[in-house]
T-cell receptor
Framework: RKEVEQDPGPFNVPEGATVAFNCTYS??????FFWYRQDCRKEPKLLMS???SGNEDGRFTAQLNRASQYISLLIRDSKLSDSATYLC?????????????FGTGTRLLVSP | DTEVTQTPKHLVMGMTNKKSLKCEQH?????MYWYKQKAKKPPELMFV???????INESVPSRFSPECPNSSLLNLHLHALQPEDSALYLC????????????????FGPGTRLTVL
């Protein structure tokens, strides 16, 4: 089983739609969780850190379910500019907190 | 300001060349990272520097040699590379390798796109 698993997509949605991504991680002792977005041929940019209680930033909501070992990202009112690959990232356990493991990413395409 | 800069943006080199990639951050971060990313794949960790000391080497071949001259700078020296080393090389930094989630947020530079002929 991969350390971090994501549905590669692509998710094709119209503008204004709500879309949700899920990600599962294999090690129950993981403690740091993030969502990054990456545009084509660009660097990953931190979108949100995922706190235990869940957190919201504008149209974006991240949630953590430790019991089921999954992390979700909800995007409301999708914009064309949301088109990108969304990377789920988890720290690799027992190596300190510096090693991050990236999922393969979920591609989102928002159309007019 | 969460900016990490990298130079050059693009680099083409032959297998016998020696070149260096440079990375700089002025956020006072004490951890810096090198990643390699191939097309349609996620970034893969190569090296981690913590407080200017190499703390993690992910079994990277010796033709890649990292260097951290000071807390703001990180270099990656390249020598005798192979065509399969062609990739996007990303530098990142984070506040401090601690248990705090915020301290572990990593910020990436724009990368150097390397082509080895």
């Amino acid at each position: 089983r991969k350390e971090v698993e994501q549905d590669p997509g692509p998710f094709n949605v119209p503008e204004g739609a709500t879309v949700a991504f899920n990600c599962t991680y294999s090690n129950s002792a993981s403690q740091s969780f993030f969502w990054y977005r990456q545009d084509c041929r660009k660097e990953p940019k931190l979108l949100m850190s995922v706190y235990s209680s869940g957190n919201e930033d504008g149209r974006f909501t991240a949630q953590l379910n430790r019991a089921s070992q999954y992390i979700s990202l909800l995007i409301r009112d999708s914009k064309l500019s949301d088109s990108a690959t969304y990377l789920c990232v988890v720290n690799r356990v027992n190596t300190g907190f510096q090693k991050l493991v990236f999922g393969t990413g979920t591609r989102l395409l928002v159309s007019p | 300001d969460t900016e990490v800069t990298q130079t050059p943006k693009h680099l083409v080199m032959g297998m016998t060349n020696k070149k260096s990639l440079k990375c700089e951050q002025h956020m006072g971060h004490r951890a810096m990272y090198w990643y390699k990313q191939k097309a349609k794949k996620p970034p893969e960790l190569m090296f981690v520097y913590s407080y200017e000391k190499l703390s993690i080497n992910e079994s990277v071949p010796s033709r890649f040699s990292p260097e951290c001259p000071n807390s703001s700078l990180l270099n990656l020296h390249l020598h005798a590379l192979q065509p399969e080393d062609s990739a996007l090389y990303l530098c990142a930094s984070s506040q401090n390798p601690t248990r705090t989630l915020r301290d572990n947020e990593q910020f990436f530079g724009p990368g150097t796109r390397l082509t080895v002929l």
